[in-house]
């Protein structure tokens, strides 16, 4: 970081999101504690593992924020006009992310102690902050929600995937169980997928799959829940449901996929696809892999029958 020269410049900074509607006897007073600098591409300009005394207001450049390694892909940028610190400049306490200009930057640095000074005198200067403070934690909270939703998606069936279901599990259960009603499950495998790769190719099977998971989901409950679990695999949760009903149900799923003899892709015209159904239900205690294990032995046999069938 190197200090440089900046011309004072009363305008500019009432143009800053920070000092809008500041007095200017207020901004002239912070113009004697500015101190400009001057950042190289790639310098770090905050970091966890330093405490960091000092807001940082951009002028010209850009800004790059990382969460938990710089060898993670930046999170947002700070532009021209946005400041970096002003959580750890509020509290005095290590910043929660690293800050590292992406190209060259220049920045206005205030020192804690000369901008709090300033709260008393002004309190449109600490409204402005308490608005910059909350649009950060907005922020974080979509990059939490965003980066949890793609955690739980299969990015090809647009399904929840297997680590989701972990957690819808234990809350189905918990919820059936202290109602005193069922659950049920089913483990749905693609028949002779490998082949249908193999003949087809490997795009085709991603659209066979695509075309599993979008007729079945459409014709269950909202309150059912469907994850593909793996491969060609797919497991389907059914809250509140015996086996009587869970069987109905998947000879159902089973005919409808039965029927579709061919379907259209952006690969032109495929065939399509049949699957092998598993049922179990849910058993005092049950575990999700205990559960798992008896619907795909279920699975197991109605393949050793013949395929495209239910089992259970």
């Known amino acids: 970081m190197k200090h440089v020269h900046w011309q004072e410049d009363l305008a500019l900074l009432s143009r800053l999101r920070l000092f809008?509607?500041?007095?200017?006897?207020?901004?002239?007073?912070?113009?004697?504690?500015?101190?400009?600098c001057d950042l190289e591409a790639g310098e770090v300009v905050l970091s966890p593992f330093n405490r960091n005394q000092y807001l940082y207001l951009v002028l010209s450049g850009r800004l790059k924020v990382y969460l938990g390694s710089l060898d993670n892909n930046p999170?947002?940028?700070?532009?021209?006009?946005?400041?970096?610190?002003?959580?750890?400049?509020?509290?005095?306490?290590?910043?929660?992310?690293?800050v590292v200009a992406s190209e060259p930057t220049s920045a206005l640095r205030l020192h804690r102690q000369s901008l709090v000074s300033l709260f008393q005198q002004s309190p449109q200067l600490m409204q402005n902050l308490l608005e910059l403070l909350c649009d950060r934690v907005r922020q974080g909270n979509r990059i939490i929600l965003d980066t949890e939703q793609?955690?739980?998606?299969d990015t090809l069936t647009g399904l929840f995937n297997r680590r989701w279901l972990e957690h819808v599990y234990q809350r189905e259960s918990t919820r059936c169980a202290f109602n005193e009603q069922p659950l049920s499950m089913l483990m749905l495998d693609v028949d002779h997928f490998k082949a249908y790769n193999d003949n087809h190719g490997h795009l085709a099977g991603d659209y066979a799959l695509c075309l599993v998971a979008h007729t079945l989901r459409s014709?269950?409950?909202?309150?059912?829940?469907?994850?593909?679990?793996?491969?060609?695999?797919f497991v389907i949760l059914l809250p509140e449901m015996g086996s009587g009903e869970a069987?109905?149900?998947?000879?159902?799923?089973?005919?409808?996929?039965?029927?579709?003899?061919?379907?259209?892709?952006?690969?032109?015209v495929l065939p399509g696809v049949t699957v092998s159904i598993g049922l179990a239900e849910m058993r005092q205690p049950d575990s999700l892999q205990g559960l798992i294990a008896r619907a795909d032995s279920a699975m197991y046999q109605a393949k050793q029958d013949g395929r495209n069938r239910l089992n259970g």
Do not use: W
């Not at 700070?78 to 610190?85: K, L, N, S, T």
């Not at 400049?89 to 992310?97: G, K, N, R």
């Open 20 to 36: 809008q509607n500041v007095t200017a006897g207020c901004l002239e007073q912070l113009l004697k504690e500015f101190r400009a």
């Open 247 to 268: 069987r109905a149900i998947g000879e159902r799923l089973r005919c409808s996929l039965e029927q579709i003899s061919s379907f259209y892709s952006p690969l032109g």
């Open 75 to 98: 999170v947002s940028s700070i532009e021209p006009g946005d400041c970096a610190g002003e959580i750890s400049f509020i509290d005095d306490d290590h910043p929660s992310a690293y």
């Open 150 to 153: 793609n955690a739980k998606i």
């Open 219 to 233: 014709q269950l409950r909202p309150t059912d829940s469907m994850a593909r679990y793996g491969g060609e695999e």
